[in-house]
């Protein structure tokens, strides 16, 4: 089964800072790798996705991760920090259901705090 | 971009009621949709997948009896949580997936938050 570990459950950085969000995964075979975010009292939104074409992802909103196969690694990056990054992050997996379907296997979540 | 809506956003209910939670998908047809359950300051667990026109596949743990999913049409799928109980207390998402065009992707309700007194 696929898993996805994220390595920290908060992270706190300054407004104009980078941001870094650990994720590694579990997959017996290529899986597909997505961010996630969630701002309270919204819908979960996608920030980027990983399904085997380029290594690094370029998302919405300035970030960007990167797939190692080698490290089993999929971490989550923004070069500088907004107050508006603020929210709650979660590492995904995909697995195969049956039709086709693809079922989300979710991490833990990481809270990003920003200060000013 | 494809919008998921949810029903209501908010309830509180006493214990031993049901409670149905409506989700719907506004500008697309899903012929698949997921329900999530959501513990505070937790993760998003999947608690079973709705096919339109067929049976709910449940998720191992999960009550059939007690979670009652209905996907009646392309655009609705609801949840019912029958004899509710405290600890059914909760954050419930649903999302539809959309297959369009080589885009396979989940998009996501702003979930119902179920008090359950």
């Known amino acids: 089964a696929q898993s996805v570990t994220q390595l920290d459950s908060h992270v706190s950085v300054s407004e104009g800072t980078p941001v870094l969000l650990r994720c590694n995964y579990s997959s017996s075979y290529s899986p597909s790798l997505f961010w996630y975010v969630q701002h309270p009292n919204k819908g979960l939104q996608l920030l980027l996705k990983?399904?085997?074409?380029?290594?690094l992802v370029k998302g919405i909103n300035g970030f960007e991760a990167e797939f190692k196969k080698s490290e089993t690694s999929f971490h989550l990056t923004k070069p500088s920090a907004h107050m508006s990054d603020a929210a709650e992050y979660f590492c995904v997996v995909s697995d195969l259901l049956i039709q086709g379907a693809q079922k989300l296997v979710f991490g833990q979540g990481t809270r990003l705090t920003i200060n000013p | 971009g494809a919008v998921v809506s949810q029903h209501p956003s908010r309830v509180i209910c006493k214990s031993g009621t049901s409670v149905k939670i409506e989700c719907r998908s506004l500008?697309?047809?899903?012929?698949?949709m997921f329900w999530y359950r959501q513990f505070p300051k937790q993760s998003l667990m999947l608690m079973a997948t709705?096919?339109?026109?067929?049976?709910?596949?449940?998720e191992q743990g999960v009550e059939k009896d007690k979670f009652l999913i209905n996907h009646a049409s392309l655009t609705l799928s609801t949840l019912t949580v029958t004899s509710a109980h405290p600890e059914d207390s909760s954050f419930y998402i649903c999302?539809?997936?959309?297959?369009?065009?080589?885009?396979?992707?989940?998009?996501f309700g702003p979930g119902t938050r179920l008090t359950v007194t």
């Open positions: 999302s539809a997936r959309v297959q369009d065009r080589g885009l396979d992707e989940q998009y």
């Open positions: 500008d697309f047809q899903a012929t698949t």
């Open positions: 709705s096919n339109e026109g067929s049976k709910a596949t449940y």
């Open positions: 990983y399904t085997s074409a380029a290594t």
